[in-house]
């Protein structure tokens, strides 16, 4: 009954940006019953992409990134306290202080964390950083405040690459080492990773790529010195900041019977778990970063999305749908977004770049560095990625949700003269990159072209 929906106990686990926004809605969607929100961090839910730009460039400091509430929530906010575990049948979340919290609905959005450096003694050199929370922000920055003579990021993804960025702009010496043929190709293939690798080197960043780091070497003192490769070269740095991809903060479900994994917590559309034998349930919902949900405009392929824009769409929709009968809940149909600053250059994505099997540039060039690129898959367009050049994006992005064909139509003045030359996309297998990609493609290959109606009136 949706009086019932509208009362009751619902928990959120993950208090970041997908566990604000589902409390924010939920109250707006008229639920009176207690909402309670746990975060394992102590600090309340703060914006992350501020972190690789801002604070790393000492323009803003950690503590100052907190997220606008844009209502009361009137919760119950656990915040310093991680869940450890989950009984779906007696519906109850276990904390880290022994506590167990009763729920009628619960909302997991615990996101990623990063990946660590995989030998721990390394790891814990005094020098070696990794990047995702305020606290690793925080300490990251000072360090580069104190000017180190060299520092080495290992993975060139787009966080790794934002880290190298504002360590150019501060004047430091970097070098990147990534196991990959160029920065950036997991996420955009090969035809932009080319530009990324230019821009780099023109800004002074000493561009390793086809190595991997073997060993972080220590100065018998605890404090880390520099990094040996596999090529058999050497780095000596004062700093290392480890850009390997994320985790997805999993395994505190290992015993729940959900389908949840290293690609993160299946669910359907509407935001809804799978249980382990893929029976979708009716009273656990999955948001942000830590899901992994089928989406219609990329044949059902099983997305897993490292996006703000995401999180937000997705914590809305799962939260209406928590307070609203079956007929009135809404699929989560938004098209993925993205945009990165690095190097001088506004980069924004709609769309999956990764599931394509060719590109386009439809705008602009290479050689000017202001461009739009256009991603096809078995003749219809799926992604766009443009350079410097966003007033376009929403052009794309219509041609995304139409199913257009590809290469695409006649839509600007600044048509390119190879507009109609297509070329492969290149995207690599991920496993042979050092850095994780943004948007993991996990399902099955399409055979049907559908498009979204959007609503009227």
């Known amino acids: 009954m949706p009086g019932d929906l509208q009362d009751g106990r619902i928990v959120i686990v993950g208090a970041s940006l997908a566990g604000l926004r589902a409390a924010e809605t939920l109250r707006e969607e008229g639920f009176t019953g207690s909402l309670t929100v746990v975060g394992d961090e102590p600090h309340p839910p703060y914006d992350r992409p501020p972190l690789s730009k801002q604070v790393l460039l000492g323009k803003a400091s950690a503590d100052t990134t907190a997220l606008p509430m844009r209502r009361d929530t009137d919760a119950d906010w656990r915040l310093g306290v991680a869940a450890t575990g989950l009984d779906p049948l007696e519906k109850r979340v276990m904390l880290a202080d022994g506590e167990s919290l009763p729920f009628d609905r619960l909302l997991i959005a615990t996101g990623t964390r990063a990946r660590p450096w995989p030998n721990p003694e390394e790891a814990s050199l005094d020098g070696v950083f990794t990047l995702r929370t305020s606290d690793e922000a925080g300490g990251l920055a000072e360090r580069l405040a104190a000017g180190p003579g060299r520092v080495l990021v290992i993975g060139a993804g787009f966080t790794g690459s934002e880290i190298a960025s504002a ?39 000493d561009l390793r790529c086809g190595v991997t780091v073997t060993t972080l070497r220590g100065d018998g003192n605890g404090r880390f010195t520099g990094a040996d490769l596999s090529d058999g070269s050497r780095v000596d740095a004062d700093v290392c900041v480890v850009a390997l991809g994320a ?156 199913a257009a064909p590809f290469p695409p139509p006649l839509g600007s003045a600044d048509r390119a003269i190879a507009a109609d030359i297509t070329i492969p996309s290149d995207v690599p297998d991920p496993s042979g990159l050092s850095h994780g990609p943004t948007v993991a493609l996990t399902g099955h290959l399409p055979d049907r072209r559908l498009t979204v109606v959007q609503p009227t009136g």
């Open 167 to 205: 360590c150019r702009e501060r004047g430091i010496e970097v070098t990147v080492a990534e196991r990959g043929p160029a920065p950036l190709v997991g996420a955009l293939g090969g035809t932009l990773s080319k530009l990324a690798a230019v821009m780099h080197r023109n800004h002074g960043v």
């Open 247 to 402: 985790v997805r903060n999993v395994e505190w479900l290992a015993e729940s019977g959900l389908a949840a994994g290293p690609r993160g917590v299946a669910c359907d559309a509407g935001c809804r778990a799978f249980n382990m034998y893929g029976i979708v349930t009716d009273d656990v919902f999955v948001a942000g970063d830590v899901s992994r949900f089928p989406h219609p405009l990329f044949g059902y392929q099983m997305l897993s999305l490292e996006h703000w824009g995401n999180a937000v769409a997705q914590a809305e929709v799962a939260a209406h749908n928590m307070v609203s009968p079956g007929p009135l809940r809404r699929p989560h149909l938004a098209v993925p977004t993205f945009w990165s600053t690095q190097f001088g250059l506004n980069i924004k994505s709609v769309g999956v770049p990764t599931y394509s099997d060719h590109v386009v540039i439809a705008q602009g060039s290479l050689e000017a560095r202001r461009l739009a690129v256009v991603y096809g898959f078995q003749g219809r367009v799926t992604a766009a990625v443009t350079v410097d050049m966003a007033k376009s994006l929403d052009y794309y992005k219509h041609l995304i949700e139409t």
